[in-house]
Nanobody, 126 residues
Framework: QVQLVESGGGLVQAGGSLRLSCAAS????????MGWFRQAPGKEREFVAA?????????RYADSVKGRFTISRDNAGNTVFLQMNNLKPEDTAVYSC??????????????????WGQGTQVTVSS
């Protein structure tokens, strides 16, 4: 059974940092793209960041988080991290880990991913 389990969410003041982790199990994910989406109350789910396996492990970010968030992956390929610095109130959302055999051009397309975690809440107070 495939599972993606996120951890590391919480409450932080604006300007603070959090590190999210996502542990994938149930199959080998080394060839899968992995990443993060988020959904704020009353808003559509949006792309945050991804590691593109077929691109040699290159990374992609939403414009809103570039320069503040960093995505990384462990050598085994089954754990992905999201380091979030200089957090802003508008970053408040449920953050979900994703994995999939996604064409490089579709890294930001939510329906392109096969597996989703349950999500972890990130709340940034002003």
């Amino acid at each position: 059974q495939v599972q993606l389990v996120e951890s590391g969410g919480g409450l932080v003041q604006a300007g603070g940092s959090l590190r999210l982790s996502c542990a994938a199990s149930g199959r080998t994910f080394s060839s899968y793209n992995m990443g993060w989406f988020r959904q704020a109350p009353g808003k559509e789910r949006e792309f945050v960041a991804a590691v593109i396996t077929w691109g040699g492990g290159s990374t992609r970010y939403a414009d809103s988080v570039k320069g503040r968030f960093t995505i990384s992956r462990d050598n085994a390929g089954n754990t992905v991290f999201l380091q979030m610095n200089n957090l802003k109130p508008e970053d408040t959302a449920v953050y979900s880990c994703v994995a999939g055999l996604v064409p490089s051009r579709d890294y930001s397309v939510k329906h392109a991913y096969d597996y989703w975690g349950q999500g972890t809440q990130v709340t940034v107070s002003s």
